[in-house]
């Protein structure tokens, strides 16, 4: 129901420094996740877009309304918190109630409003009981009820599954996703969590100590990786530090987006056709990524692919779907993820191994994350 | 790094970051909620204690005289010599029930908090000697009196009867037991911070009880009795209801009570504020002692 | 020679068990001590249920109290009952501003706050009754004695305030915040409803002292206006030991236990923590 624009919003606390210049825009209904490890600035971010926290720079804009100082009562929005909050004292409907009737709004229309609230969230009937004799998933259902409310322009949620039980938290999430839809409001979402931040977000912000790597829908975010922060933190990567040695215009891939370019780089004693949006000259340090996946495992004489290399299996773990193995290439030990009947072949131990992959994507060394030592392995 | 769309110009700025201005309505808010507090202190403690330890300096009555105050030292000095044993007599009622206190609260606090189960009937008893100190002195007089229902017993252990009543053991018994509950707080909540299963090792590992409690029980629970026993012994020389009860010439010499006399009842400000000084200084000694042993305050 | 004696090597219980032996003492202990605390009630009681001179019998003695004693009576309640109204309007927005402002000297506030506890009765007596008398012209009035019983016990209205906010999750008065309700709302609405046990601790227990309280009254009380304790301390003084002057004292003793008790049925003994009471 209203835009979000976040221009420059800087939070330090002393010498510290907790957010840094955060910029974003975040269209009507849209949901947005910001996706970070603890620490990273995103609850602060998320706090001050509510009026929690003042900012110590910046803006933020709710439509063409300026509400940085605005206290949050005066916003209109609805605040889900990491546990419920539900008032102890005040039975489910009178909570769900709460925004309404400090406003002033009579009981029949609370009442009814009440119901609907429960309705939408699977409660009915809820009303007389107390938070104390319902569950955590029902709780947070409650708190949902009664940010919805008072329809709110924009929904903000700080971490609202991390305090539940694994399968609540899948099925909750959809519910949050269902209900924002619906009501077709606008939405920041704050986790740390890749597989909530994926499952249900529009676009997805990730974070890091207080800065914005990355700003991109799944698919970007997962296969373009701009930083090697966002490489590495959203699954799992080999980071492979190399030098470019030559520019070419190689092979075509066929999932290369428009403005990537090919080249070579040469990786310890391997020379690795790469591709980067970014452009490069021969000499740059860079780093290399490559997803578990993304390594096949190839029979003797296959050369389907552009960069083919043979390492050593060290260690076979089976993990049931699929089996992890880690492979020494170059001096580096590499982890591959192979599915289907491969695993079961592989688990006996071969000694040596072909492995094919197509161009991986490429990081300037000066964005990359510190490189983990030789015998360090991907997440 | 970012891949937004950059913004535009701002529209319509909002009111200016007046952070300062946020601060300083924050800033009166708060004190605005702590004036009240603050006004009841200053004006009904803080300035009527300088204004006594200013008249403290004067001499007698003589701050009302129309010629005007005269300052003198005489009423410490006074206080130093003869009222010195009204003052000792103060301390040594104070510090006699503050280790009776210490000696038989302990044992009892270690007991409830270890081994007693029913608690709410303790809490309950324990609330009587809160009541005040006045009627804990009246009960024990009448227990005491010559004919009364203590005297046979008194008499079976060879005591007359009239040497219990007005004494010092009588004073100090009453005493202590109205500060014992506070006592037996202090020292509670210390012995509930120290973990039983380091007492059940020092048994394992050979210690006797006495061990134990001198040498595991004793360190670990200091900050917590010696805080007890400042707070009682801060209390207890302020009082004058048991020591004019209970006690014989000697004890009614209490420094608390001498205030009175010679304050209300014969208008020597100056000797009487003068006590009231010397007493508010014993006072303040203790109780600093007591906030640096109790780890104070509870706010962070 | 040697046939093994089987039961050899066995121990043998004891007849009484060291450990039940020091649990029995424990407890005797306690009880004993128990029997202290509530032994000067106990013969009060007695007392005042024998006949005075002159009079005829125990309920003789308590409609003395009711007759003679009722406006003392009265006054101590009228006193007590301004003081708690003092007390909470000073120690609910002060407690406040301690627990979720920040400003700096905090600690030494809180310190300078409490300190009325630590002064002894007799210093705060003189302090006021030469203040009331020379500067503030107060003698004549009950709020003099009102305000020293207000000085003298406030901090233990305000500790337990402080105790009941620090454990009251600021995530409520944010959900709240973020609800609409305004910071008075959010008070009345939400902080006050839930920091009512501890509230009601520092009422409890503030009454008891102001109830039962001789010492700074008798120092600083408007000729004419004698509470109840005082009545009693002037009558042993005065008249001596005498079974009225013991079932007023018992009547005031009741009273008191009757508002402790109330408190207990009502919030638990859990609220008391930090305050002088257990």
């Known amino acids: 129901m209203s835009t979000v624009r976040l221009a420059s919003l800087t939070k330090h606390y002393g010498a510290t420094v907790a957010v840094h210049e955060f910029d974003l825009d975040v269209a009507d209904g849209e949901f947005v996740t910001l996706l970070g490890p603890s620490g990273c600035g995103k609850t602060t971010t998320l706090r001050m877009i509510a009026g929690l926290v003042d900012p110590t720079g910046g803006r933020v804009w709710f439509d063409d309304q300026d509400v940085t100082f605005l206290p949050p009562r005066a916003r209109n929005i609805g605040f889900v918190f990491q546990t419920p909050a539900l008032f102890p004292h005040l039975s489910v409907a009178s909570n769900v109630g709460f925004g309404l009737s400090v406003k002033g709004s009579k009981k029949p229309a609370i009442a009814e409003r009440v119901e609907t609230m429960l309705a939408m969230v699977g409660l009915t009937g809820y009303g007389a009981r107390m938070p104390a004799q319902l569950s955590g998933g029902q709780q947070q259902r409650v708190a949902l009820a009664r940010v919805l409310a008072t329809d709110p322009r924009v929904l903000l949620f700080d971490e609202p599954l991390s305090a539940l039980d694994r399968n609540l938290r899948d099925s909750l999430k959809y519910a949050i996703r269902d209900l924002q839809r619906r009501t077709a409001k606008t939405a920041i979402y704050v986790t740390h969590d890749q ?20 700003i991109g829908s799944q698919t970007d975010i997962y296969l373009r990786p701009r930083t090697g922060f966002v490489a590495e933190f959203i699954g799992a990567n080999n980071a492979l530090p190399g030098t470019v040695s030559g520019l070419e215009a190689g092979i075509p891939a066929t999932d290369d987006a428009p403005g990537e370019h090919r080249f070579v780089v040469t990786i310890g004693e391997l020379a690795v056709h790469c591709r980067s949006s970014q452009p490069v000259a021969v000499g740059d340090a860079v780093v290399a990524y490559l997803r578990p996946e993304d390594l096949v495992v190839l029979d003797d004489d296959a050369a389907d ?75 | 790094m970012t891949s937004t769309t950059r913004s535009i110009a701002p529209l319509r700025p909002g009111p200016i970051p007046a952070l300062r201005a946020g601060i300083s309505a924050g800033r009166l808010r708060t004190f ?32 009302l005289s129309p010629t005007g105050a005269i300052t003198t030292v005489a009423n410490y000095t006074l206080i130093a010599s003869r009222y010195l044993p009204n003052l000792l007599v103060t301390l040594q009622l104070a510090l006699l029930a503050t280790i009776v206190d210490l000696v038989f609260g302990f044992p009892f606090a270690y007991i409830l908090v270890r081994k007693v189960h029913y608690r709410t009937a303790v809490r309950a008893l324990m609330v009587f000697p809160m009541f005040g100190a006045l009627y804990i002195a009246f009960g024990m007089r009448f227990i005491l009196l010559p004919g009364g229902p203590a005297t046979p017993i008194l008499q079976a252990l060879g005591i007359a009867s009239t040497d219990a009543l007005f004494s010092l053991p009588s004073v100090v018994f009453a005493m202590s037991i109205f500060t014992f509950p506070f006592m037996v707080l202090n020292i509670g909540t210390a ?44 209390w207890s020389i302020g009082t004058f209801a048991e020591p004019l009860l209970l006690g014989s010439a000697n004890e009614q010499r209490a420094l608390a009570w001498t205030v009175y006399q010679r304050g209300v009842v014969q208008t020597d400000y100056g000797l009487s504020t003068a006590m009231g000084v010397v007493l508010l200084g014993v006072a303040f000694v203790v109780t600093y002692l007591s906030l640096r042993y109790s780890r104070g305050a509870l706010v962070e | 020679m040697t046939t093994a004696d089987p039961t050899a090597g066995v121990a043998r219980r004891p007849v009484v068990s060291g450990r039940r032996l020091t649990d029995a003492v424990s407890h005797a202990y306690i009880w004993t001590i128990l029997v202290l605390f509530i032994l000067p009630f106990v013969a009060l009681l007695g007392f005042s249920l024998t006949s005075r001179p002159g009079g005829s019998g125990p309920v003789a003695n308590y409609r003395y109290v009711v007759d003679t004693f009722g406006d003392n009576l009265l006054w101590s309640l009228k006193i007590s009952g301004l003081t708690l109204l003092i007390n909470v309007l000073v120690s609910l927005p002060a407690g406040y501003a301690i627990v979720r402002h920040t400003f700096p000297g905090k600690r030494t506030l809180f310190s300078a706050l409490t300190l009325p506890l630590y002064v002894p009765g007799a210093v705060i007596g003189i302090s006021l009754v030469l203040t009331y008398n020379f500067t503030y012209h107060l003698t004549t009035s009950m709020w003099g004695l009102v305000l020293a019983m207000a000085l003298g016990t406030f901090p233990l209205m305000l500790t337990p305030i402080v105790v009941a906010l620090k454990d009251l999750p600021v995530i409520f008065e944010e959900a709240a915040a973020c609800l609409g309700a305004t910071r008075w709302q959010t008070y009345r609405r939400i902080v006050l409803p839930l920091i009512g046990p501890g509230l009601s601790a520092g009422l409890l227990l503030c009454f008891i002292i102001v109830f039962n309280e001789y010492l700074v009254t008798l120092f600083v009380h408007p000729p004419g206006l004698t509470t109840a304790p005082l009545r009693v301390f002037n009558q042993i003084r005065t008249a001596g030991l005498d079974p009225a002057t013991a079932a007023l004292a018992v009547t005031m003793q009741l009273i008191s236990l009757a508002a402790v008790l109330l408190f207990f049925r009502l919030f638990g003994t859990r609220h008391l923590k930090g305050t002088y009471l257990l």
């Not at chain 1, 597989?195 to 800065?211: L, Y």
């Open chain 2, 191 to 234: 012995l509930g911070n120290v973990d039983p299963t380091l007492e059940e090792a020092a048994a394992c590992l050979g210690a006797r009880p006495w061990q134990t409690f001198r040498r595991i029980l004793v360190p670990l629970t200091r900050a917590g009795t010696v805080a007890g026993a400042l707070t009682v012994f801060g």
């Open chain 1, 305 to 379: 692919y552009p960069n083919v290399v043979v390492g050593e299996i060290e260690r076979v773990i089976f993990e049931g779907p699929t089996a992890q193995l880690r492979v020494r290439v170059a001096g580096r030990e590499l982890r591959v993820d192979v599915g289907g009947s491969r695993r079961l072949s592989l688990s006996e131990g071969r000694g040596r191994v072909r492995l094919g992959f197509d161009a991986p994507t490429v990081i300037p060394a000066d964005m990359a994350a510190p490189p983990p030592s030789p015998d360090e392995v991907a997440a």
């Open chain 1, 195 to 214: 597989s909530e931040a994926f499952a249900i977000s529009d676009r997805i912000v990730v974070m890091n100590a207080g800065r914005v790597e990355q």
């Open chain 2, 32 to 63: 605005g909620l702590l004036l009240p507090a603050i006004l009841l202190v200053l004006l009904f403690l803080y300035y009527p204690l300088v204004f006594i330890v200013q008249m403290s300096f004067t001499q007698g009555s003589s701050f």
